[in-house]
Structures are given as structure tokens and as C-alpha cells.
């Protein structure tokens, strides 16, 4: 990320008030134990922006697959993306990339904080401080990698990827970076989640903290993504079996007690603090965000994006018993999503669900041959939202079907949740039509997203 780009995601009065680049020192931000936590803080925050994890990024993820329909066919909604018509100029193509290397940034800028000021909070602080940056460091590269790097599967990662920024900056200096290869990327993800699970908290002192916190639990969950995304799917049953116990019912035998929620209803209406949620943007009065950039107002509110008929809506294996079902309205021009229902925009944005973790273990385990424990798992996601629902025999019975099985369980479980266009490309799928936005196959460039022509033109290495 150029510190061009960056400045990108200033609100206005940052940019009609700036600060000169020589206040932005580390020996001040990081004098007080205070101060450095006001650090830390401000890498969760970043992460909550309206343009990536707090709405937008996930809001893009799904559009791109086949569940929703776009009906006013406004760019800043996210046309371009639904459409696949998204090119370096858009500003679908620079929201995820500036947000994300913005949170990265931040996470830069505490790790080396705490290197040059070891003494000013105690050991213990600083390393668990450390493993938080990690923690969002990791996450904001995976979601980058996903988004503007070939699927690590195409190629075992030998993809030219992104810029793998490591260090802070706190200047214009350094803007050129070449890009490193996707499974560069990936290394350092794992890198970073591997040394943040040793040194991160096993709780913490409140439900609140637990679900808007990184702790080791987290971490794990996300483990479980990223491996199922690069197809190594031995591991993703090693790091499941770290916080899914052996029989039901499934939770997490230590640190925080992770578990499905008896009604999905209770996460996404009255509780947003349950153990369900292993990692949620906590969103508040104090963090606006707009329109265009609020899933709520998008799927909700406004009802720019309507339920696809011929999506996972429409299918057969969703029938109206499933209490999933009732998260949705209709109207006169269509159905929409309800997940998100504030009409201030201040639901808790899910990021990692247990639910997930299940499946993403079945998953694996259905592609390493493990059926058994691919179906008690599946049915246990489907079962807690309708439990008088039994799968066809033809449904579960080889690896492929439970595999595809277990992938239609995802698209209704996490529909809304941004997780649709990942689940499509890590599996080299093609990304169907709907509405007049054609299919995409994997050789086509509109596979991955390009990158922004303001990174272009400020990293001349890229």
C-alpha cells in the first residue's frame, strides 16, 4: 500500500486538516501505557471500516456470486462487482485494497511501536499486544489475497500475488514494493496466526471482549479458513479438533467455550455476544457508516439487492421450515435479506461463526474420506435451524456429493455473510450467472479483482 493510497481512506476533516508527516512518531504514539493501547484499539478499528470488514467487503463477496440480483445498478453500491465489469478504475477495485492495507498498516505500525518502546507496558501486555497486531495483520492480507490474488489451489500459489508490506509507515517514503507470489502471502498469514495462538489470551473478562477481541480461539477459526482455502484440508481437521470436541454436543473444551446457539434467530436479533460469535465488528453510534458502504442498507433498507429465485433461495434442500427462512421478506419487487435489521446500521457484523468451523471441518473431512464425521457434522448445522430435515441418501453417501452437499449448506448458513464468492473460487467453480450478469469461468481475468489504478500509479515496483 502506497501512503498514497492510503490517505484514500481518510474521512474528510482528516484530509482538510492533515497532520505533517514528522508528528506521526512512534516515541510519542507509544510514550503511555494508554497510548499504546489507543494503538492497539486502532487496528480493530480499522478493521471495522465501513469499506471493509464493518460492511462493504463482505457485501462484495456475496454480490459476486449467484444469490442476489441488483436492481438499481448504482457503481457505488457494488454494481461493478455484481456485474463483472470492475476494473482497475473502480471504486469497487480500491475500497477493499485501501481499507485492508490501512489495517495492515496500523498492525505495522504497533508491532514495530512495541519494538522500539519495550519498557513502556509490561512483557506480558506487550506480547499478547503483538499478537493482536498479527491476528488483524493476517486476517487483512487473507481477505486481500482472496480478493486480488489467483486461488492458492490453481497453482499450489506460484500466482504473482500483492505487496507484502511488513513494516509500518508513517511517511510517503518506501511506496515501491514488487508484488510477492500468493503463496508468499500465505506463509505469512500462517506465520503470523501460528505465533499469535501461542501468545494470545485463552478469554477474556466479558462476552464482549470475546467476541471483538482476538483471542486463541480466534485464531483457530480463522486457521480453519485459510488452510481450506489453500485445500489443505488434513490440516483444517487438525486445527478444528482444537475447538471442536469429539462427540456432540460440539464446542470448544478450552479457552472461550464455543458453541452453536440452540436458534441461529438469537445472533443476528437479540444477543450478538454469544459464544457462537468468535469474531463480530462490534458497530456503535460512533461508527457511521454510510450508505453505500452499510450491508444493512444495502440488503435491508434500501433493497438495492434483491434474493436471486434461481439462487439458494429457490432451491429445494431449503424448504420454508428452516428457521433460516424467516431472515428474509418479500414484498413487491422482491425478497431481501433481514440479517441485518438495525435501521441504524448498528448490528454486529459477523466475521467468524462457529457454525463455520463445523462446516468447515465436515468439509474437510468429507474430502479426506471421512464421511461419517462430514455428515454428523453437517447435520448438525442444518438440524439446529430444522430439525425434522433429512438429507437424500444420494445426497451424502460419496465424497464428491457430500462435499457439494455440505457446500449448499454454506451458501443458506452464511448467506449475507461473505463468504460465497471465496467458497466459488478456492474451489476453481465457475461464478454463475443471474439476472444480465454472465458467468465466469477461471481463466477469465474477471476472476480475481484488478488492482486499483491509485496503487498503480504510486508503487512503480508493482
Not at 478444528?240 to 478450552?254: D, E, G, L
Not at 449475507?416 to 469461468?441: F, Q
Amino acid at each position: 500500500m502506497s501512503i498514497s493510497v492510503l490517505f484514500t481512506a481518510c474521512d474528510e476533516k482528516e484530509l482538510l486538516n492533515p497532520l505533517p508527516e514528522t508528528t506521526l512518531q512512534a516515541d510519542l504514539v507509544f510514550s503511555t501505557p494508554s497510548r499504546v493501547l489507543a494503538q492497539v484499539n486502532g487496528m480493530y478499528s480499522a478493521l471495522k471500516s465501513g469499506n471493509f470488514l464493518g460492511g462493504r467487503y463482505l457485501m462484495l463477496n456475496d454480490i459476486r456470486g449467484e444469490e442476489f440480483l441488483n436492481r438499481l445498478n448504482n457503481i457505488f453500491t457494488g454494481y461493478d462487482a455484481w456485474n463483472h465489469t470492475i476494473n482497475s478504475g473502480s471504486n469497487d477495485a480500491l475500497t477493499t485494497w485501501s481499507s485492508a492495507y490501512v489495517a495492515i498498516n496500523s498492525a505495522n505500525l504497533v508491532i514495530d511501536g512495541l519494538a522500539a518502546n519495550p519498557d513502556v507496558v509490561p512483557a506480558a501486555t506487550a506480547a499478547q499486544y503483538l499478537a493482536e497486531a498479527k491476528f488483524v495483520r493476517a486476517l487483512a492480507y487473507y481477505c486481500l489475497i482472496t480478493f486480488y490474488g489467483q486461488p492458492y489451489v490453481k497453482d499450489a500459489g506460484a500466482s504473482p500475488g500483492i505487496p507484502l508490506r511488513l513494516q509500518g509507515q508513517m511517511t510517503s517514503e518506501n511506496n515501491n514494493l514488487k508484488k510477492s507470489t500468493v503463496g508468499e502471502v500465505y506463509t505469512q498469514i500462517l506465520k503470523d496466526l501460528n505465533e499469535a495462538e501461542v501468545a494470545l489470551p485463552l478469554t477474556y473478562t466479558t462476552a464482549l471482549l470475546n467476541t471483538s477481541r482476538a483471542h486463541r480461539n480466534t485464531v483457530i477459526a480463522l486457521k480453519t479458513r485459510v488452510y481450506l482455502t489453500m485445500g489443505m484440508n488434513s490440516q483444517v481437521v487438525t486445527e478444528a479438533q482444537k475447538i471442536v470436541s469429539a462427540t456432540a454436543p460440539f464446542r470448544a473444551s478450552t479457552g472461550v467455550a464455543n458453541a452453536l446457539q440452540p436458534n441461529i434467530l438469537t445472533i443476528f436479533s437479540s444477543d450478538y455476544t454469544t459464544t457462537e460469535s468468535i469474531f463480530s465488528m462490534p458497530m456503535t453510534a460512533l461508527d457511521y457508516v454510510s450508505g453505500q458502504s452499510s450491508i444493512g442498507y444495502e440488503f435491508n433498507t434500501n433493497q438495492e439487492y434483491s434474493l436471486n429465485p434461481s439462487g439458494i433461495y429457490g432451491d429445494p434442500s431449503w424448504p420454508a421450515t428452516d428457521a433460516r427462512k424467516t431472515l428474509v421478506r418479500s414484498n413487491t419487487t422482491g425478497t431481501y435479506l433481514t440479517k441485518y435489521k438495525n435501521p441504524t446500521f448498528l448490528d454486529y457484523v459477523p466475521v467468524l461463526r462457529y457454525s463455520e468451523v463445523l462446516l468447515n471441518y465436515a468439509e474437510a473431512a468429507a474430502k479426506t474420506g471421512d464421511l461419517a464425521k462430514g455428515i454428523e457434522l453437517l447435520n448438525v448445522v442444518r438440524k439446529r435451524s430444522d430439525a425434522s430435515y433429512v438429507f437424500p441418501a444420494t445426497a451424502i453417501t460419496t465424497p464428491a456429493a457430500l462435499t457439494n452437499t455440505i457446500l449448499v449448506e454454506r451458501r443458506i448458513e452464511f448467506l449475507g455473510e461473505g463468504l460465497r464468492s471465496n467458497d466459488l473460487l478456492r474451489n476453481m467453480l465457475t461464478i454463475p450467472s443471474k439476472g444480465v450478469s454472465p458467468s465466469i469461468s477461471p481463466s477469465q481475468p474477471e476472476y480475481i479483482f484488478p488492482i486499483p489504478n491509485a496503487e498503480i500509479s504510486a508503487n512503480k515496483d508493482l
